[in-house]
C-alpha cells in the first residue's frame, strides 16, 4: 500500500510563516567573524564530539553575502568596528548576530580606549554568549535560543 493509500481524507496544513520560519531556523549559514582566543572554542563546536551540524549549521561562510547567521567572536577594537559594520551591513535579510564571549558582549577585561564595549554598540545583537572563552556546550544552547527566536518572528520583520 503506498502513501497515497495512508493519507486519503487526511490533510496537512500550516502557516506560512511557520514553514518559512522552520526551514530558517535549520539552514543557518554562519559567517565567523573570529578575532581572538575565543576561536579555539568556536572552532570545538564543529568537530565530532560537539558536532553543531545537527542544528543545520555546519557549513561555516567566509562571504557575508552567503551568510545569515555572524558570529563575532572575540575583541573588537575601534579601528575593526567599520568593518564589523560593513560586513554587517553586505548580509542578506534575514540575518541575526551572536556575540560570543565576554569581550564580544561587554569589552571583556579589556577597559581601554581602544577596545568597543559590546558590540551592541555597532550593530543589533540576537543571543549574548558569556565566558572568557565560553564552552562549547554554551553555544549550542545559544544556537538554540537562536532557533526558538527564529522560529517565533513574524513573517512581516523577515521580509
Known sequence: MGLEGQLT???????????LNWARKYSLFQYPFVT??????????????????RFGAEI?????????LL???????????PVLRKVYDQMCDPKWVVAFGA????????DNYCTVQGI????????????????????????MMLQEKIQAEPL????
Open 9 to 19: 481524507g487526511t490533510f496537512v496544513g500550516t502557516r506560512l510563516s511557520d514553514a
Open 36 to 53: 581572538a582566543c575565543c576561536g579555539m572554542e568556536f572552532m570545538a563546536t564543529a568537530c565530532s564530539h560537539y558536532d553543531i551540524s
Open 60 to 68: 561555516p561562510r567566509f562571504s557575508p553575502r552567503q551568510a545569515d
Open 71 to 81: 558570529f563575532v567572536v572575540g575583541t573588537v577594537s575601534h579601528k575593526l568596528a
Open 103 to 110: 569581550c564580544a558582549s561587554s569589552g571583556g577585561f579589556y
Open 120 to 143: 551592541d554598540t555597532i550593530i543589533p545583537v540576537d543571543v549574548y554568549i558569556p565566558g572568557c572563552p565560553p564552552r562549547p556546550e554554551q553555544v549550542l544552547d545559544a544556537l
Open 156 to 159: 512581516e520583520k523577515q521580509a
